[in-house]
């Protein structure tokens, strides 16, 4: 049992239905087998449990760890290339890399580059975009279980429109996914996630393999990519006679409340009537939208339909593993957009950020609040003396505005310390030896 003392930040409702931040100062947390079974003032706790060790956590903010519900492991060393749309940018930039991964070898360092890029930037939780090659999938549980991270993810899928190396059949492809998902699904914080790269490079006959693993692996996630540029949209149109970019999901029975569709940036008033029937979720990837100039996303037309949305950092075409930098993107977005827009407080960027994540991959039982009954997930944010983050803190006029704070100046350099089940992992300025 560990019991820790720190101001704690978090949002237990969700804000856009009238939830409020919450704010703890000097709060105790108590932490017994990973689960928290107590929190409160921290005088008052301490009375409760006068033998537990205290680990002291006073300056800076403790928030629930972080979850990414969009990100690709086989792109992390081509995060930054500016300057293309996206089917510019994946046959330049994220493909050719994307093909490395069929040497196991490669794959091993890029998975560690990732697993590193996601703990030092406090995301405790993602659903990861896998490669192309089984051997590369496999490497990515491999690191994120000696991790400890919660981590869905799954071989990504296709059979037309990329370069030959990665495409696959649709036996092969059910193969293949089958017997990752065999080794890996349900093994300790380990998900398997269907994934076809996007129906722009899917046939029917493929999406179909898809739903087989999707239907048969009990508790698997499903997520792909949807409505994220003029181009694309155009092209899944002319390869679905004209079907929209949902149905051509949909109709295989790969949405659901167990699906995250990545961007959604130029959906229809049908494609997101049905996204809210069927109970999907969206990632929106703010960074990712604007690096692509794929879009501003309409956050306002998703809530008005009920479609749930959360964050991705969409690395690598967003520029970084960070979701401080993600909320603040979608906040300026948001902005942009003018009366179309919806006006965010940092309690949605951290809502965003955290349980409308959790609840996007079915976790909201389990993460994304520091509630009582929750997995300890944890970031702590300290920033270093006289750096502007810590010299705005020091001059928060409320905890809204000092939370408006981190995601505005905060980066991963200012997360100390970071914790997933109650069990430190490495981070930022704290690394394990
Ligand atoms: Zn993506």
Redesign the pocket.
Known sequence: MTLYRATVLDTPADPFIGGQLRCEEDAGVVVEDGVITARGPYAEIRRAHRDEPVVALREGMLLPGLVDT???FPQVRVIGGLGMPLLDWLDQCALPEEARLADATYARGVAADFVTGLVDAGTTTALV?GSHFASAVDVMFEVAQRAGLRVTTGLVVSDRSLRPELLSTPDRAYEEARALAERWHGNGRLRYAVTPRFSFSASDAMLESCAATFKEVSGSWFTS?VN?NLAEIDAVATLFDGAHYVQTYARHGLVDRSSVL??NVHPSEEELTLLAALGASVAH?PT?NSALGSGLFPLRRHLDHGVRVAL?S?VG?GTGFCLFKEGLQAYFMQQLLGRDGVALTSAHLLWLATAAGADALGLAEEVGDLSVGKQFDAIWVLPETGDPLAVGLGNAKSPLDALAKVFALGATSDIAGVWVGGEQVAAGRFRRP
Request: aromatic share 8%.
């Open positions: 969009h990100v690709h975009f990519h994220e990545a961007h990837c990712s991705g969409d075409a």
